[in-house]
């Protein structure tokens, strides 16, 4: 790889890195469904005005609909998700959780696409199991109900996510493909209107206790519009100048910010558990990104 394509994936990773952290910080304040609709709200318009300065034809070729679909799944469900954890887990323990998209990505395709997994993908997700157990059992965080329900919330999003790869393929690629910045845009259309209707109720029978200050505002703006619009661009311009699986390599990147980032701005502590479970997440991800050995006929 370049050293500018190097560049974009570390801040790539540092900026995804940094969502859990905005979202620790922002949700005891607005709560869950607030702060997941704003950031699909701020990521929409962020998109918005990319789209215009960047003279983007607003051609969605009949598939705006399946952008919107695709929305709800890989960004309205999983925002929700998250930000319903960060009310427990810290950012680092998030993060870390965030990583096994590729292990739930396998899954779901030998479940629902009939993708037939090699032994590295079936040690990887075996392996990112443990890992899992062994960072929710034995970090920082009293192991009880709650703890498991918010891990349980993580991994609902990152299923979320490896459903939405095969997706895109089947809805997007398949069909003649589509201008990334235009699936991103119509994906965060899509989370914006199943997101709309739940904050709006929400808001009318238990809105939040305080609607915050001016830093949190700018904090949420950030989430929205660097973490959500801007890593959008970042990411599809990566996949187009390095390729899918190269990209993907930002999975290793991202929980060593998000842990970072809690460290330094909310003290959290990084523990054992941290590394043991981390690393062995971290392995797993390698295993399942490795390209499977083929056999070669004899000639």
Not at 212 to 241: E, K, P, Q, S, V
Request: charged share 10%; aromatic share 10%.
């Amino acid at each position: 790889m370049k050293t500018t394509d190097i560049l974009r994936l570390i801040s790539l990773a540092a900026i995804w890195g940094a969502s859990f952290l905005f979202m620790r910080m922002i949700v005891p304040t607005l709560g869950a469904m607030p702060t997941a609709f704003f950031r699909v709200l701020f990521g929409a318009g962020g998109l918005a005005l990319i789209l215009l300065l960047m003279r983007v034809r607003w051609d969605f070729k009949q598939k705006l609909g399946a952008a919107m679909m695709l929305g709800v799944i890989n960004s309205g469900i999983p925002f929700v998700m998250f930000s319903l954890a960060a009310k427990v887990l810290p950012a680092g323990y998030s993060a870390i959780l965030n990583a096994t998209t590729p292990l739930m990505g396998v899954i779901i395709g030998a479940l629902l696409f009939a993708e037939r997994p090699g032994l590295n993908k079936i040690l990887g997700v075996l392996l990112g199991i443990a890992g899992v157990a062994v960072l929710t059992s034995t970090g920082p965080v009293e192991f009880n109900a709650t703890l498991l329900i918010a891990a349980a919330e993580c991994m609902v999003a990152t299923a979320c996510y490896g459903l939405a790869s095969f997706l895109t393929k089947k809805w997007i690629s398949a069909k003649g493909g589509l201008d990334s910045k235009l699936v991103a845009f119509g994906s965060q259309l899509g989370a914006v209107s199943l997101l709309l209707p739940f904050f709006c109720y929400g808001t009318l029978t238990q809105p939040p206790a305080s609607w915050g200050n001016n830093t949190l505002w700018l904090t949420l703006a950030a989430l929205g519009l660097i973490c959500t619009a801007l890593a959008y661009i970042l990411y599809f311009r990566l996949i187009a100048d390095i390729g899918p699986v190269k990209s993907l390599t930002v999975t290793f990147l991202i929980p060593l910010f998000g842990v970072l980032w809690g460290a330094v701005f909310l003290h959290e502590s990084i523990t054992l558990a941290h590394l043991t479970g981390g690393s062995l997440i971290g392995l797993a991800v390698w295993l399942v990104l490795r390209p499977e050995k083929t056999a070669h006929a004899v000639k």
